[in-house]
Nanobody, 119 residues
Framework: VQLQASGGGLVQAGGSLRLSCAAS????????MRWYRQAPGKQRELVAT???????DYARSVQGRFTISRDNAKNTVYLQMNGLKPDDTAAYYC??????????????WGQGTQVTVSS
């Protein structure tokens, strides 16, 4: 199973970016999908979570600005980021709880995609 993240880049404060993360390989289904971020010298932070059924949770720091969504048919999770701030600058990582088979669920991570917000 592989997770491929994309969509990072350089944007001015107040701008928007949309991250994508697609899962590929052989598996049964995917449960929860998440976005994390890690800035230099800081701990990794859970940004947003989406359950298979669509329930979402957000870190307080991004509530109202970021929207997580998913397309189960494409095994893809998205993170729409609006109103970006310099404090949002970080490497963003996706993760997924992959149901490899009905009796085995494993946690998989994508490579980071860099988001840089200039002031």
């Amino acid at each position: 199973v592989q997770l491929q993240a994309s969509g990072g880049g350089l944007v001015q404060a107040g701008g928007s970016l949309r991250l994508s993360c697609a899962a590929s390989g052989s598996f049964f289904s995917i449960n929860a999908m998440r976005w994390y971020r890690q800035a230099p010298g800081k701990q990794r932070e859970l940004v947003a979570t989406i359950a298979r059924g669509g329930r979402t949770d957000y870190a307080r720091s991004v509530q109202g600005r970021f929207t997580i969504s998913r397309d189960n048919a494409k095994n893809t999770v998205y993170l729409q980021m609006n109103g970006l701030k310099p404090d949002d600058t970080a490497a963003y990582y996706c993760s997924a709880d992959v149901v490899v088979n009905p009796s085995f669920i494993s946690d998989h991570w994508g490579q980071g995609t860099q988001v840089t917000v200039s002031s």
